[in-house]
């Protein structure tokens, strides 16, 4: 038996106006609620009778999120524009969305069999925490899963990602170009394949200047923003060999790092400078501002559902890897040598 909007919202603590933005895939929901609200729905049979009406007859694409540790996937305005750009293309291809996620800890096993018996063409798997071995669930699917933010040799699935071997290149080039010869690298302390290839992109730009690659300076921090904050203060107090730029795996860890080394009383850009990797918000907000990679982040999951519709529509015995670029966008945190 189905309960209504405002029954939903009365045993969740909120409004029927956020479960109907929840549901209508509006913006302005955190995803924290957004997941909330799915689980609730689910739990208690809650049906969206407008969505049920409008896409009675439209494919369903089955959006998962697969939260290992939820230490990078949270609620930022680089998850919330690329589901929204997976949205927005799923309505002008006439699809209807449907969103759920598998989590760890827990029983994995059933989780993946609930997934597969859920009606639809295709899955948009959103991997940006997964590690080579959690695919192994995803083998022998009905239906072709396409993979967002993530990309592994040992996989086999359509991917589509971000180039982050060329934007770590970029921005590391463009400190360089700046007059920097003492580089080092905020790394992020939790495993992830795209900071894994921004890694690479960072060693490949000082190795292609002839600068010391094995002797680069790494801060390992948590991309959190404040544990990534309390990391980079105890590093200092421990009085470590600073570099005189930093390459930041994404703009939370570059935020925090700079919050610790003003804490300190470095002054950005004139003693450190520093470029991030995203684009967000919080760049232009920060003093001084960001300079940091952009990512199309909205183009990134409307890719991943033209491939999805793509690879429904027609079976071809390989898979592909569609990488977008980033561009550079210079703000004020990094200090020119050269002028």
């Known amino acids: 038996m189905s309960i209504s909007a405002k029954e939903l919202a009365a045993i969740l603590g909120v409004s029927p106006a956020t479960i109907s933005m929840v549901f209508n895939n509006k913006?302005?929901?955190?995803?924290?609620?957004?997941?909330?609200?799915?689980?609730?729905?689910?739990?208690?049979?809650?049906?969206?009778?407008?969505a049920e009406k409008n896409t009675a007859d439209a494919p369903v694409i089955q959006f998962v999120t697969y939260k290992k540790h939820e230490q990078i996937i949270a609620n930022t305005p680089f998850f919330s524009e690329l589901t929204e750009g997976i949205t927005q293309e799923s309505s002008l291809q006439h699809c209807a969305l449907h969103m759920s996620y598998i989590h760890e800890p827990g029983n994995i096993g059933e989780q993946i069999e609930a997934l597969k018996s859920i009606n639809c063409i295709g899955i948009l798997l959103l991997a940006t925490e997964m590690a080579p071995s959690d695919f192994n669930w995803f083998r022998d699917f009905p239906v072709p899963i396409v993979v967002l933010d993530c990309y592994y040799d040992s996989i086999d699935f359509d991917c589509v990602l971000?180039?982050?071997?060329?934007?770590?290149?970029?921005?590391?080039n463009y400190l360089i170009r700046c007059g920097h010869t003492r580089i080092g690298h905020l790394h992020s302390n939790v495993i992830c394949g795209?900071?894994?290839?921004?890694?690479?992109?960072?060693?490949?730009?000082?190795?292609?200047?002839?600068?010391?690659?094995?002797?680069?300076?790494?801060?390992?921090?948590?991309?959190?923003?404040?544990?990534?904050?309390?990391?980079?203060?105890?590093?200092?107090?421990?009085?470590?060999?600073?570099?005189?730029?930093?390459?930041?795996?994404?703009?939370?860890?570059?935020?925090?790092?700079?919050?610790?080394?003003?804490?300190?009383?470095?002054?950005?850009?004139?003693?450190?400078?520093?470029?991030?990797?995203?684009?967000?918000?919080?760049?232009?907000?920060?003093?001084?501002?960001?300079?940091?990679?952009?990512?199309?982040?909205?183009?990134?999951?409307?890719?991943?559902?033209?491939?999805?519709?793509?690879?429904?529509?027609?079976?071809?015995?390989?898979?592909?890897?569609?990488?977008?670029?980033?561009?550079?966008?210079?703000?004020?945190?990094?200090?020119?040598?050269?002028?």
């Not at 302005?28 to 809650?46: D, K």
């Open 194 to 339: 795209n900071f894994n290839e921004r890694a690479t992109g960072f060693r490949d730009a000082l190795f292609a200047h002839d600068l010391p690659v094995a002797d680069a300076i790494t801060h390992k921090l948590s991309p959190t923003s404040q544990r990534g904050f309390q990391d980079m203060m105890q590093i200092l107090e421990e009085e470590p060999e600073l570099a005189e730029a930093y390459f930041a795996d994404n703009d939370i860890i570059a935020a925090a790092a700079m919050k610790a080394f003003q804490a300190h009383g470095y002054r950005i850009p004139e003693d450190i400078s520093i470029i991030g990797f995203d684009d967000m918000p919080l760049c232009d907000m920060m003093n001084p501002a960001l300079s940091t990679m952009n990512v199309p982040k909205k183009e990134l999951g409307a890719m991943g559902v033209r491939k999805l519709l793509s690879r429904a529509e027609k079976s071809y015995g390989f898979h592909t890897k569609t990488s977008l670029s980033t561009s550079l966008v210079v703000r004020e945190s990094v200090l020119d040598k050269t002028l």
């Open 162 to 172: 971000i180039n982050n071997t060329q934007g770590a290149y970029q921005a590391t």
């Open 27 to 50: 913006p302005g929901i955190s995803e924290a609620t957004r997941e909330m609200v799915y689980n609730a729905a689910a739990q208690y049979g809650y049906v969206n009778k407008k």
